[in-house]
């Protein structure tokens, strides 16, 4: 047991240091079998290939409205942060949101998720200050973040 333990924790490990960040790994664990990946839409040109925010935003849109399950994430860097979320939904249309951020930011470095309401409505935020657009399950920016937003 204690061997399989290693193994799937070197794995991690492995897989951290190759290039998964914590929030593509929220998005792995809460996303259903099978998820349409939506891509990863980031400002960074150090990040590698990445999808365009509108490919992205319109691949969440149609699978939500067709109920297949996907997960989208995006990654917005700043001058002294960065601010990751991911927005993944379900089969039968339940949604949840992970926020990662690092840096000179409130919360850092702690994983916030939030439960979309049922029914859900994507919410496009149109003026991210990190240049592209940005994909929710609610209202943005949330009313209250420390109620709205849970502990990981």
């Known amino acids: 047991m204690l061997a399989i333990i290693l193994v799937a924790a070197g794995l991690v490990l492995y897989r951290l240091c190759d290039g998964w960040?914590?929030?593509?790994?929220?998005?792995?664990?809460?996303s259903q079998w099978g998820?349409?990946?939506?891509?990863?839409?980031?400002n960074s040109r150090y990040h590698?290939?990445?999808?365009?925010?509108?490919?992205?935003?319109?691949?969440a849109q149609t699978a939500y409205e067709h109920r297949q399950p996907f997960k989208v994430i995006f990654t917005g860097y700043g001058t002294d942060e960065e601010i990751s979320n991911t927005l993944v939904a379900n089969?039968?249309?339940r949604a949840i949101e992970?926020?990662?951020?690092t840096g000179m930011v409130t919360n850092g470095y702690r994983l916030l998720r939030h439960r979309c309401d049922l029914p859900t409505h994507l919410?496009?935020?149109k003026d991210s200050p990190y240049g592209f657009p940005r994909l929710h399950c609610a209202e943005w920016?949330?009313?209250?973040?420390e109620k709205d937003f849970l502990l990981w």
């Open 21 to 30: 960040t914590i929030i593509e790994i929220a998005a792995r664990l809460h």
């Open 35 to 42: 998820s349409t990946n939506c891509g990863h839409v980031t």
């Open 48 to 59: 590698g290939e990445t999808t365009r925010a509108d490919a992205a935003i319109a691949c």
């Open 91 to 93: 089969s039968e249309g």
């Open 98 to 101: 992970v926020f990662y951020a």
């Open 123 to 125: 919410v496009i935020e």
């Open 141 to 145: 920016p949330p009313k209250n973040l």
